[in-house]
């Protein structure tokens, strides 16, 4: 059985993935620090608490590697918040590349073979074409994204340097909870649509809709979204992918297709009732639409989304019904 190292793996898209490791046959091992993670959405699991940009945490983590000897890692440890990145883009340069970086040494140090990226579409920026592919202009508009194509790139390097190879898997909007309701998402400082408004919903506040003079069919952005347990198949999927031989590359992981503002407002009304919501001005930079095309990750990692909008909605609500305060009980 293949040990598999999780950075990050106590956050929302981390946790599932250590679920779908252990379901696949692989024995996951979480490293956190738990500033965003929730202890409780690993439980069960073998974790270890540390920073990578911590010196002292460092020299324990290596230590870590060398009694553990891990077959493979995937690297989810970062800060996620785009509109902070702009506020603070030396916090997201400091923090998430030198996370990489400090991994990346240990990964080289412990002749560990591959790594699996969470990236982001974030990389792309305002497409000039849709869908967009893995070969789209890559051209980030803000620090978050800017990191994500730098660790993609560092990724490239040290491939030739030291021979450590690599899958890029490119989010569109990951989404949604599990089908049971009992693990879900749980940010600090919530900035992801879907569990804004189904808050908003279960809590009777009302919510405002950025914009509704977009180039769209209803007026509302339209975005792409990836039900967080097929996300985490595509990781396991690309992990499989790099054991049998596969060479280092990057695919991006939505469902094809975009679903709008309003959409998600109808759906989320229709399972968990009318709440008040209303329009307000647009967000300066918010593109019109962007969705993937899923070609390549089809038909490279044979990889299909299980799940839609509905499943998404129908699982967020049960998270949020059930665990109104999350994780964090309030």
């Not at 989810?76 to 916090?91: D, T, V, Y």
């Amino acid at each position: 059985m293949k040990k598999i190292l999780v950075t990050g793996g106590a956050g929302y898209i981390g946790s599932f993935i250590v679920r779908r490791l252990k379901e696949d046959g692989f024995e996951p091992f979480v490293i956190d620090d738990f500033s965003a993670g929730h202890m409780e959405a690993i439980e069960g699991f073998r974790y270890f608490r540390a920073n990578f940009l911590d010196g002292s945490d460092l020299k324990k983590i290596d230590k870590l590697f060398s009694v553990e000897k891990f077959d493979g890692v995937i690297h989810m440890a970062s800060l996620i918040q785009m509109g902070e990145s702009f506020k603070n883009p030396g916090k997201y340069f400091r923090s998430n590349l030198n996370i990489a970086l400090n991994l990346l040494d240990l990964v080289v140090k412990h002749k560990i073979p591959y790594v699996v990226f969470s990236s982001s579409a974030g990389v792309y920026g305002t497409p000039k074409k849709l869908p967009i592919t893995e070969d789209s202009p890559k051209s980030p508009e803000n620090p978050y994204g800017e990191t994500k194509l730098m660790i993609e790139k560092i990724l490239g390097w040290y491939e030739q340097a030291y021979g450590v190879r690599s899958v890029c898997i490119r989010y569109f909007n990951a989404a949604g909870a599990a089908l049971d309701g009992e693990r879900g998402e749980d940010h600090p400082n919530e900035s992801h649509i879907i569990p804004l408004l189904m808050k908003a919903a279960l809590e009777g506040r009302a919510f405002t809709l950025f914009g509704n003079d977009y180039k769209t069919a209803d007026g509302t952005c339209v975005r792409d979204y990836i039900h967080v347990l097929d996300l985490a198949k595509a990781h396991t999927e690309a992990l499989g992918y790099l054991i049998d031989g596969g060479e280092s590359d990057v695919f991006n992981a939505g469902v094809g297709k975009g679903y709008s503002n309003m959409e998600l407002v109808r759906g989320i009304e229709k399972i968990a009732g009318k709440f008040s919501w209303s329009f307000g001005p647009r967000r300066p930079g918010d593109c019109d639409s962007l969705y993937a095309d899923v070609t390549k990750i089809k038909k490279v990692l044979k990889w299909e989304p299980e799940y839609g909008l509905d499943e998404i909605i129908e699982s967020a609500y049960k998270w949020h019904k059930k665990y109104p305060g999350g994780y964090i009980k309030k």
